[in-house]
């Protein structure tokens, strides 16, 4: 849909999107003038738009050093991502990635467009790195060196069972979140948070790219790259690339839907990790990829056009995300919502029914037993209009409903949503 399109469908996006582009216009004003800075900053809003937005509103110190963080990982991630690269150059290079980041003179082409250009200027990442702080570089080093023995080992190996699965999502992912937390706390404002809580951080976040991303992976030329567990998807069809062909849509979908399910095992931990942050900009860098990750969930679960094209929130939602997200209120807000758009498209036939709607429980659960939802209607009402009043089955009666019409992109989605009593 164009963006005019879809503003004159959704009016209310049109403020967050503004603000929105003039955070972005203000971010690129503030590219530091050293020229190895400038590329390094430049580089991180050319690769991750919406990464780069919240990387930016951290403090100085912190700022400098996640950015590298992310842009030295995204480097180790297009060699691991590029199907082209043969496995016996491709492994040594993932091994000794830790010590390519102190050597000036260090590169290795490879990628495609902005990420060709990432790996081409690769000394301005190590030049940007070997400024930062010894705590911040020590951290980066050990991250990196786990994660590139980690890619390394899955470059050979298949992700068979649902251990694999974690274990890989762990290397790739979980490690980003404990090591994300050791610089939270070398900066002085966090307490140490334990692994197992930000490894969770993490896996929520890959699992549902690898969710999100099944098409895109499946046809990746020279060679397709396979995440979803044998596991899971050996239940539903014979081959993983089996679910993209229509005759097997009820299959696929049932696939993506015990996924989804076992993605959503890891969202208590987050909101246990989010609920123990002090810091307002360090939250806010945590929380909203978080809510983007259960929005995606919810607007991907029993959906078969993951399997035709890209599923993706609507812009102008991750505008407001971007704009509304400031307190823990507003997490379990999202959260409570974001599963109450799930809930009803559970199909009482799907094999994995009773287990989706348990996990949706015990997050609505954990969100109520915070004891701030009722303090606000709803994460959306601040800025959705009030379209009608419906009433609701009586199992879900509560003493305000709204209803909100086409949250989510594609043909229009009218659900109730059950705000809080
Ligand atoms: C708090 C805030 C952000 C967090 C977090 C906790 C815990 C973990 C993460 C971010 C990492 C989440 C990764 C999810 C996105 N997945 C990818 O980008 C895949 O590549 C994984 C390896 C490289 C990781 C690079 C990275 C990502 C986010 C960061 C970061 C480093 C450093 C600091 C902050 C955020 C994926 O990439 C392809 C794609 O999705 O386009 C893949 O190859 O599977
Ligand atoms: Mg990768």
Redesign the pocket.
């Known amino acids: 849909m164009g963006s005019l399109a879809a503003v004159l469908r959704h009016p209310d996006d049109l403020y967050p999107l503004l603000k929105l582009k003039m955070a972005s216009r203000q971010a690129e004003k503030q590219i530091p003038p050293e020229p190895h800075w400038a590329f390094c900053y430049s580089m991180l809003h050319k690769v991750s738009r919406s ?1 780069a937005l919240v990387i930016q509103q951290l403090g100085t110190d912190l700022r400098n050093a ?1 950015c590298i ?2 842009l030295v ?2 480097a180790l ?1 297009t060699v ?2 590029d199907t082209s690269i043969p496995t016996d150059v491709k492994v040594p290079i993932l091994i000794a990635f830790h010590r390519h980041v102190y050597d000036r003179e260090w590169h290795f082409s490879c990628g495609t467009k902005e990420y060709k250009v990432l790996m081409d200027q690769f000394h301005h990442v190590s030049t940007a790195f070997l400024e930062l702080g010894k705590g911040y570089q020590d951290a980066i080093e050990d991250i990196t060196k786990r994660m590139g023995a980690g890619m390394a080992k899955f470059i050979c190996k298949e992700v068979e069972s649902i251990d694999d699965y974690d274990e890989y999502c762990y290397y ?2 979980g490690l ?2 404990l090591g ?1 937390s050791k610089l939270f706390y070398a900066s002085g404002t966090e307490d140490l948070a334990p692994d197992s809580l930000s490894n969770s ?2 896996l929520f ?2 699992k549902t ?1 690898i969710i999100r ?1 099944y098409l895109e992976d499946i046809n990746e030329i020279p060679k397709c790259r396979m995440f979803w567990p044998r596991e899971i998807w050996s239940k539903y069809v014979n081959k993983l690339e089996d679910l993209k062909y229509e005759e097997n849509s009820d299959k696929a979908v049932q696939c993506l839907n015990d996924m989804v399910t076992n993605a959503l095992m890891h969202v208590e931990d987050c909101l246990k990790y989010m609920s123990a942050l002090r810091d307002h900009a360090i939250f806010r ?2 929380a909203i ?1 978080q809510i983007m990750a259960i929005g995606t969930l919810a607007l991907c679960y029993n959906n078969i056009e993951v399997f035709r094209g890209v599923v993706k929130m609507r812009r102008g939602l991750t505008a407001k995300v971007i704009d509304r997200t400031n307190n823990m209120t507003d997490v379990y807000l999202a959260f409570y919502d974001f599963s109450n758009i799930l809930k009803p498209k559970i199909n009482k036939n799907d094999p994995n029914a009773t287990k989706t709607l348990s996990r949706v429980e015990a997050i609505q659960k954990a969100c109520m037993d915070s004891g701030v939802l009722n303090k606000r209607l709803s994460y959306f009402s601040s800025y959705w209009p009030l379209f009608s009043l419906t009433s609701l089955p009586p199992e879900q009666a509560s003493s305000r409903i709204t209803t909100i019409f086409n949250l989510l992109p594609g043909p229009s989605i009218v659900r109730p949503i059950k705000c809080l009593p």
């Open positions: 990464f996640v963080f992310y990982l995204r991630d691991e991502d790739v992912a980003v979140g994300l951080m993490g976040l890959q790219n991303d860098f945590c990829p």
